[in-house]
């Protein structure tokens, strides 16, 4: 930590949310947290864009947030990201200029994740008595064995879309519905009681920050769709 207030339990509980998405990442990226769900996740060459990306995904929701960014930030990204009051800030490193824009805030959070590596791949859940052990779930899926049922084939753009949009799928509460498009989230639908409420809830914020994107768009879903009603949603909004 480089400067900032004590960290909080909740603090702890969306800091190893966010890394767990943020080393999942194969490129340059940005996530952004709300209690222990990305509200935004994209990945692009350019890290500022990356960052732009994940804040338009859902701007309301990223207030008051966590960002984490696998790049280290420079004086341009700074002052686009003091845009918007996040209580902390994590990124592989920053410079002094990004520091002193960031540190106008009296509470500021930054953390510098540069040198943090998680050694551990198992995760253990305490249930009253007793306690689950598990390996961490680092899949998406293999390619090689993916079936091709419809006869619309996928692209290879749009596979690596579709990929992009299972992973960070992954990280969101079930049940979980995550629209993506040129590997930026642009609606997330989460832990919520039935599936079909979940699209809603992603296409409404699709429809409220980035219409123009929803038509093409890719969903994933974390688990089988149980009903047609929540594929047709998705279908009419313009996925």
């Known amino acids: 930590k480089i400067r900032g207030k004590e960290l909080s339990y909740n603090n702890y509980n969306d800091i190893f949310a966010g890394l767990d998405i943020l080393s999942s990442l194969k490129q340059k990226g940005s996530v952004i947290i709300k209690h222990a769900n990305p509200s935004g996740v994209a990945?692009?060459?350019?890290?500022?864009?990356?960052?732009?990306?994940?804040?338009?995904?859902?701007?309301?929701?990223?207030?008051?947030?966590?960002?984490?960014?696998n790049f280290k930030?420079?004086?341009?990204?700074?002052?686009?990201?003091?845009?918007?009051?996040?209580?902390?800030?994590?990124?592989?490193?920053?410079?002094?200029?990004?520091?002193?824009?960031?540190?106008r805030r009296k509470k500021?959070?930054?953390?510098?994740?540069?040198?943090?590596?998680?050694?551990?791949?198992?995760q253990i859940r305490n249930l009253g008595d007793s306690f689950l052990i598990q390996d961490k779930d680092n899949k998406i899926f293999d390619k090689n064995k993916l079936k091709m049922v419809t006869?619309?084939?996928?692209?290879?753009?749009?596979?690596?879309e579709i990929e992009f949009a299972y992973n960070?799928?992954?990280?969101?509460?079930?049940n979980s519905i995550v629209i993506t498009k040129n590997l930026s989230t642009i609606g997330i639908g989460a832990g919520q009681q039935s599936r079909v409420d979940s699209c809603r809830i992603a296409i409404r914020k699709a429809k409220k920050f980035q219409l123009s994107k929803l038509s093409g768009s890719v969903a994933a879903s974390d688990a089988f769709f149980p009903f047609p009603d929540g594929i047709k949603k998705l279908i009419k909004s313009g996925v």
């Not at 732009?52 to 960014?69: E, H, M, N, R, T």
């Not at 006869?151 to 690596?160: D, G």
């Not at 960070?168 to 079930?174: A, E, H, L, Q, Y």
């Open 108 to 122: 500021q959070i930054l953390i510098d994740i540069s040198k943090y590596k998680s050694k551990n791949n198992q």
């Open 168 to 174: 960070i799928c992954k990280f969101v509460k079930s």
């Open 73 to 103: 930030i420079n004086r341009k990204i700074s002052k686009e990201i003091s845009k918007t009051f996040f209580e902390i800030i994590l990124a592989k490193g920053f410079d002094k200029e990004a520091i002193s824009v960031l540190s």
């Open 151 to 160: 006869k619309l084939k996928p692209t290879k753009n749009e596979l690596q």
């Open 43 to 69: 990945i692009n060459k350019i890290p500022i864009k990356s960052f732009i990306g994940a804040l338009k995904s859902d701007p309301i929701s990223a207030y008051g947030g966590l960002v984490f960014c």
